[in-house]
């Protein structure tokens, strides 16, 4: 049986002209487009398709990952398409950690739009080229400079802090898991900073990664 398909985005314009493109196809049993989250939490809640394609038009990122978290806790099955706008590395593994299968920049050809869905046929995950090349750049990023060096070894909390941080995981977001204040994340990143002689989180990630910390 074929799959369902629902189009979340905006305009109506993009969105009917990529719906008959994709009627043409003859992929999907059926396309629906939803224009607002009204409309689209009903069709969830009664009747939720096997693809959702949601738009970095409708929300900004952090709202679009803790929806991406309500729809896969609900609905496992749901195989979810998001099209960023050249979300960075550590966006993009937040949002597949979050449940998303398939990841396409707003630049994605129809063709690779296309490509996308036959994996997800196939029960694989999907990266649009663009996004890949933005990872290879992010991991091999000054491959010719010496590696960092820990001053001083992570405790386990900083080590726990780190992984969250790899996670995509806000300040607050880890003080909520961890149950502890803000105040402390906060002092806990600015020691994981200064341990790993690094700027930021994706110098966090970047040491993690060519440590083998996260895959």
């Known amino acids: 049986m074929k799959p369902r398909l629902t189009i979340f985005d905006e305009p109506l314009l993009y969105t009917e002209g990529l719906s008959k493109l994709l009627e043409q196809s003859e992929i999907f049993a059926s396309i629906q487009i939803c224009n607002c989250p009204q409309a689209l ?3 969830l809640s009664e009747d939720p398709p096997e693809y959702l394609m949601i ?3 409708m929300w900004v990122l952090t709202d679009i990952c803790k929806y991406v978290e309500k729809i ?3 609905n496992k099955n749901i195989k979810i398409i998001i099209i960023g706008n050249n979300y960075d590395v550590i966006d993009i593994r ?3 950690n979050k449940g998303i299968k ?3 920049d707003k630049n994605s050809t129809y063709d690779e739009f296309l490509k996308s869905i036959q994996a997800l046929l196939l029960n694989e995950i999907y990266i649009c080229d663009h996004a890949k090349n933005r990872m290879i750049n992010f991991i091999s990023k000054d491959q010719n400079q010496e590696k960092l060096h820990i001053k001083d070894p992570l405790t386990r909390r900083e080590m726990e ?3 969250l941080i790899c996670d995509g995981l806000s300040s607050k977001d880890i003080s909520e898991k961890l149950f502890i204040s803000i105040n402390t994340v906060e002092t806990h990143r600015k020691r994981i900073l200064l341990k ?3 700027k ?3 110098g966090v990630v970047k040491y993690a990664i060519e440590n083998h910390i996260i895959d």
């Open 41 to 43: 939490s009903i069709l």
């Open 55 to 57: 738009s970095s038009n």
């Open 72 to 74: 896969t806790q609900k």
């Open 94 to 96: 937040r949002l597949f």
């Open 102 to 104: 398939s990841y396409l």
């Open 161 to 163: 802090i780190l992984k």
């Open 196 to 198: 790993l002689n690094v």
């Open 200 to 202: 930021n989180s994706v």
